[in-house]
């Protein structure tokens, strides 16, 4: 079993920062790739972020140029530094870790964090 624990989360007032971490715990042999999606209420769960293991990202369109994804393959941790934060970035924010191979499996699998909550005022 694979555990994602979120950390970061919190309130900001527009134009601040945040920095959210996911750390992935268990019998990890590999971790295809890391990333971030965010649920605004009533809205849609959607990618925020990610980043394959080999170090390609890919970012939604409306926070390209404001988030920056990194990754920390040896500590199978995923960061997230949020600069210039707007009112409808607020949302949960979930880690994602797919294509995960235990040790001693062939089989990969997707995990999902339960969520932060990031709070942008105006």
């Known amino acids: 079993q694979v555990h994602l624990v979120e950390s970061g989360g919190g309130w900001v007032q527009a134009g601040g920062s945040l920095r959210l971490s996911c750390a992935a715990s268990?019998?990890?042999?590999?971790?295809?790739?890391m990333g971030w999606y965010r649920q605004a209420p009533g809205k849609q769960r959607e990618l925020v972020a990610s980043?394959?293991?080999?170090?390609?990202?890919n970012y939604a369109g409306s926070v390209e140029g404001r988030f920056t994804i990194s990754r920390d393959n040896a500590k199978n941790t995923v960061y997230l530094q949020m600069n210039s934060l707007k009112p409808e970035d607020t949302a949960v924010y979930y880690c994602?870790?797919?294509?995960?191979?235990?040790?001693?499996?062939?089989?990969?699998?997707?995990?999902w964090g339960q969520g932060t909550q990031v709070t942008v005022s105006s």
């Open positions: 268990g019998r990890i042999f590999s971790i295809g790739a």
């Open positions: 994602n870790a797919a294509g995960v191979q235990m040790i001693g499996s062939l089989r990969v699998a997707t995990y």
């Open positions: 980043m394959t293991r080999g170090g390609t990202t």
